[in-house]
């Protein structure tokens, strides 16, 4: 016989809370507690009321049965010929009145058979030293009109409900009244007496109630994986947290249908309905574990997928997709931003090296006193800076604007002609897009063609920023060599460049966002009136016409 104490076996452990950091609840009774004891404190307070409405219902229908019975019984007493002959001044009749009424009170049950005069002097009454005194509580002028009353009063023996009911002579004469009264029970004993009534049936309501709680919260408790309502709701938060926090669209889908989806995959895939599941797109059905570009919508899309396994209440045969989105547009203006950054930085940098030398100039013809020399230098960059402002103020957009003046300052830098066509101008308003657009393709250009042109004697470069009634116009030019053959075929596709590995990326970003506004750039190399040819960029971009 073996003396080992056998092991209390070890608590399930859910699947999952070996795999996320669950919210410990150790204050907060488990599913199947707080269901019995929601129950339980259900029919409690549910028995309650109704025990306290069956009284108040059993004490008005016992007070209206007194009520009737006090006001038939004081008719009767008003009547009996003692009574009559009592109040209408038989002195023997008045001696032995007291005694007969006890007598007929006792018969009735009832608390008190009172009969006084018109004055309400009490003749008779159980409590012999209350006979002689008035009549206390309730109205006691209706019975010397000849009317009978019923009331519920507090009188000397307690709260009752009793008649009031005149005594009439022969003639007709009001003599005295006759009250039959009856002590209302108390509301606690009725009470009592309907939770005694009930119990049995409470009892055995409640016993089959939380039979059925208990049953209902194992089934509960096995769907809900053994994981308590707040351990749930806490994982679901950061699930919820952690999807909605990810730049990458996340969608899960199982048999055809999205059945999870972030916000920045509902953007992606303009999925407008709130309420999931939702089919799944048709170029995302079927798709291999890979990663794999796709338009979706008419936008660019990349998009990996894998299958996942499924849960324990996943149905038989559906897999399950976790598929990632990933917007190349916006990679792509990403790209833009930081070349656009590149590019400032390039201008400032060479507006700090041009200001740095004319500085060095000024100083050096001010220590050898030709301050004459020296105005004349700043009236001549001066004059020349509000001719650069008066020619870029033409065009009304102050980025678009602050971009052709530092690159005026860049061409000074280079040793380049940089001249901007006098027929420069562009509205106050334009399309939305429109003017990033102009200075994503104008900063691109532009600056293609100082690299061009680098080491050549007599470099120039003229641009022309203009709007007609058909659209608006980006043209640049330069006297450089040109783009190579081999390469004009593929012009503005990515990573296609002159200029060697890693470059080739802006003109591409130029082209990527001009079609996505119905804009379309063009190259050609068109000669002048000497015959010189140039390399010319056109950027066309038609405009929505008005409506009338």
């Known amino acids: 016989m073996s003396l080992r104490r056998s092991r209390p076996a070890a608590p399930r452990v859910p699947a999952l809370a070996?795999?996320?950091?669950?919210?410990?609840?150790?204050?907060?009774?488990?599913?199947?507690?707080?269901?019995?004891?929601?129950?339980?404190?259900?029919?409690?307070?549910?028995?309650?009321?109704?025990?306290?409405?069956?009284?108040?219902?059993?004490?008005?229908?016992v007070h209206q049965t007194f009520a009737e019975r006090a006001l038939r019984e004081s008719r009767l007493v008003a009547t009996l010929p003692p009574v009559v002959a009592a109040l209408s001044g038989n002195a023997a009749e008045r001696a032995g009145l007291n005694t007969l009424i006890g007598r007929y009170r006792l018969t009735l049950g009832a608390a008190y058979v009172v009969v006084t005069d018109r004055s309400t002097r009490r003749l008779t009454h159980p409590e012999l030293a209350r006979v002689g005194e008035k009549m206390v509580g309730g109205d006691f002028q209706s019975f010397l009109r000849g009317q009978s009353v019923t009331e519920t009063v507090e009188g000397t023996l307690g709260r009752s409900v009793r008649a009031k009911v005149p005594?009439?002579?022969?003639?007709?004469?009001?003599?005295?009244?006759?009250?039959?009264?009856?002590?209302?029970?108390?509301?606690?004993?009725?009470?009592?007496?309907?939770?005694?009534?009930?119990?049995?049936?409470?009892?055995?309501?409640?016993?089959?109630?939380?039979?059925?709680?208990?049953?209902?919260?194992?089934?509960?408790?096995h769907e809900m994986l053994n994981l308590e309502p707040e351990q749930i709701a806490g994982a679901l938060l950061s699930f919820r947290a952690v999807l909605n926090s990810l730049d990458e669209g996340v969608v899960v889908a199982r048999a055809?249908?999205?059945?999870?989806?972030?916000?920045?995959?509902?953007?992606?895939?303009?999925?407008?309905?709130?309420?999931?599941?939702?089919?799944?797109?048709?170029?995302?059905?079927?798709?291999?574990?890979?990663?794999?570009?796709?338009?979706?919508?008419g936008r660019p899309v990349l998009v990996s997928a894998r299958e996942v396994e499924a849960g324990p209440l996943t149905p038989a045969g559906a897999a399950t997709q976790v598929i990632t989105l990933r917007d190349l547009a916006r990679v792509r203006e990403l790209a833009d931003e930081l070349t656009q950054a590149?590019?400032?930085?390039?201008?400032?940098?060479?507006?700090?090296?041009?200001f740095t030398n004319r500085?060095?100039?000024?100083?050096?013809?001010?220590?050898?006193?030709?301050?004459?020399?020296?105005?004349?230098?700043?009236?001549?960059?001066?004059?020349?800076?509000?001719?650069?402002?008066?020619?870029?103020?033409?065009?009304?957009?102050?980025?678009?604007?602050?971009?052709?003046?530092?690159?005026?300052?860049?061409?000074?830098?280079?040793?380049?002609?940089?001249?901007?066509?006098?027929?420069?101008?562009?509205?106050?308003?334009?399309?939305?897009?429109?003017?990033?657009?102009?200075?994503?393709?104008?900063?691109?250009?532009?600056?293609?063609?100082?690299?061009?042109?680098?080491?050549?004697?007599?470099?120039?470069?003229?641009?022309?920023?203009?709007?007609?009634?058909?659209?608006?116009?980006?043209?640049?030019?330069?006297?450089?060599?040109?783009?190579?053959?081999?390469?004009?075929?593929?012009?503005?596709?990515?990573g296609r460049s002159s200029k060697g590995q890693g470059r080739g990326v802006g003109l591409s970003l130029v082209r990527t966002r001009a079609r996505a506004l119905g804009a379309e750039l063009t190259y050609d190399r068109p000669a002048d009136e000497g015959g010189r040819p140039w390399t010319r960029f056109t950027l066309d971009l038609p405009l929505p016409e008005e409506p009338t």
């Not at 204050?27 to 549910?46: D, E, H, W």
């Not at 939770?195 to 055995?204: D, E, K, M, V």
């Not at 590019?343 to 090296?353: I, K, S």
Request: with cysteine.
């Open 18 to 61: 070996r795999e996320v950091a669950l919210p410990h609840t150790p204050q907060l009774l488990q599913v199947r507690s707080r269901l019995f004891l929601l129950t339980l404190g259900a029919f409690l307070l549910l028995a309650l009321p109704l025990a306290g409405l069956a009284s108040a219902a059993l004490l008005r229908g």
């Open 167 to 221: 005594v009439l002579s022969g003639s007709g004469e009001v003599l005295g009244l006759a009250s039959v009264g009856f002590l209302l029970p108390q509301v606690r004993d009725v009470f009592w007496q309907v939770i005694r009534a009930a119990l049995p049936w409470y009892l055995g309501a409640l016993l089959l109630a939380l039979g059925l709680a208990r049953a209902l919260a194992r089934r509960i408790g």
């Open 256 to 297: 055809g249908q999205i059945h999870v989806m972030n916000p920045q995959a509902r953007a992606l895939l303009g999925v407008q309905s709130p309420e999931l599941p939702v089919p799944l797109p048709a170029p995302l059905v079927g798709l291999p574990d890979t990663t794999t570009p796709l338009d979706v919508g």
């Open 342 to 354: 590149q590019r400032y930085a390039e201008l400032l940098r060479a507006q700090t090296h041009e």
């Open 359 to 494: 500085l060095h100039t000024l100083a050096g013809l001010i220590h050898l006193g030709e301050t004459g020399e020296a105005l004349r230098l700043i009236h001549t960059q001066a004059g020349r800076h509000q001719a650069h402002a008066g020619a870029v103020g033409r065009l009304r957009h102050l980025r678009l604007a602050a971009l052709l003046l530092g690159k005026y300052d860049r061409a000074a830098e280079v040793g380049v002609q940089l001249t901007l066509d006098p027929l420069c101008a562009l509205p106050a308003q334009l399309p939305t897009g429109v003017p990033e657009l102009l200075e994503l393709a104008a900063g691109n250009l532009i600056e293609n063609a100082f690299e061009a042109l680098a080491g050549q004697p007599e470099a120039e470069v003229r641009v022309l920023i203009a709007a007609d009634p058909e659209g608006v116009v980006l043209e640049v030019r330069d006297n450089g060599p040109g783009v190579p053959p081999e390469l004009a075929a593929v012009l503005g596709e990515r």
